[in-house]
Antibody, heavy 119, light 106 residues
Framework: EVQLVESGGGLVQPGGSLRLSCVAS????????MHWVRQAPGEGLVWVSR????????SYADSVKGRVTISRDNAKNTLYLQMNSLRAEDTAVYYC????????????WGQGTLVTVSS | SYELTQPPSVSVSPGQTASITCSGD??????VCWYQQKPGQSPVLVIY???KRPSGIPERFSGSNSGNTATLTISGTQAMDEADYYC?????????FGGGTKLTVL
């Protein structure tokens, strides 16, 4: 069974940093693109970032570019999202999701981890 | 930046057909997928590559995409289909989601 389990969310002050993790199981994660998608409270889905199966290619939404870094450790089946210079508008549930190809759909999603940016 | 536009809400009676649209410039030239999200739950992929259903998704879910509009169609809508639905496409290396449509079954 494919499972994605996020962790690392919490309350952080504006300007602070946080690293999210997503542990994959039930499939060979090194064969797949992986993504982060966020959802602010009561709002819609917003794509954040993606990373190629071997980590050699990444892309980011304009809203987070320069403040966020996606990475992965395939030996640990773990995806990361390092978030710096956090703003109130970064408050959201962050989901990791699996993608079959470079521009494919996201076929499995984790349960999400809540990041709250507030003083 | 590329935008996808969905109606905020759609209502349908049980057993009837629901259609949810997603509009974008030359959207027919891109693959569109659709996600279902129920309150408090993670999104679930219900349609990919315009009109394909993942394993486990009921046949009543179908999709089409042509011109500037993609459509998710739910035939014989059931109460369990009440949810938010999001379309998604790729613009170069960026994934774009529509704003979401709340489907009410009443």
């Amino acid at each position: 069974e494919v499972q994605l389990v996020e962790s690392g969310g919490g309350l952080v002050q504006p300007g602070g940093s946080l690293r999210l993790s997503c542990v994959a199981s039930g499939f060979t994660s090194s064969n797949f693109w992986m993504h982060w998608v966020r959802q602010a409270p009561g709002e819609g889905l917003v794509w954040v970032s993606r990373i190629f199966s071997d980590g050699s290619s990444t892309s980011y939404a304009d809203s987070v570019k320069g403040r966020v870094t996606i990475s992965r450790d395939n030996a640990k089946n773990t995806l990361y999202l390092q978030m710096n210079s956090l703003r109130a508008e970064d408050t959201a549930v962050y989901y990791c999701a699996r993608g079959l190809g470079a521009r494919s759909s996201l076929d499995y999603w984790g349960q999400g981890t809540l990041v709250t940016v507030s003083s | 930046s590329y935008e996808l536009t969905q109606p905020p809400s759609v209502s349908v009676s049980p057993g009837q057909t629901a259609s949810i649209t997603c509009s974008g410039d030359k959207l027919g030239n891109k693959y569109v997928c659709w996600y279902q999200q129920k309150p408090g739950q993670s999104p679930v992929l219900v349609i990919y590559e315009d009109n394909k259903r993942p394993s486990g998704i009921p046949e009543r879910f179908s999709g089409s995409n042509s011109g500037n509009t993609a459509t998710l169609t739910i035939s014989g809508t059931q109460a369990m289909d009440e949810a938010d639905y999001y379309c998604q496409a790729w613009d170069s290396t960026t994934a774009v989601f529509g704003g979401g449509t709340k489907l009410t079954v009443l």
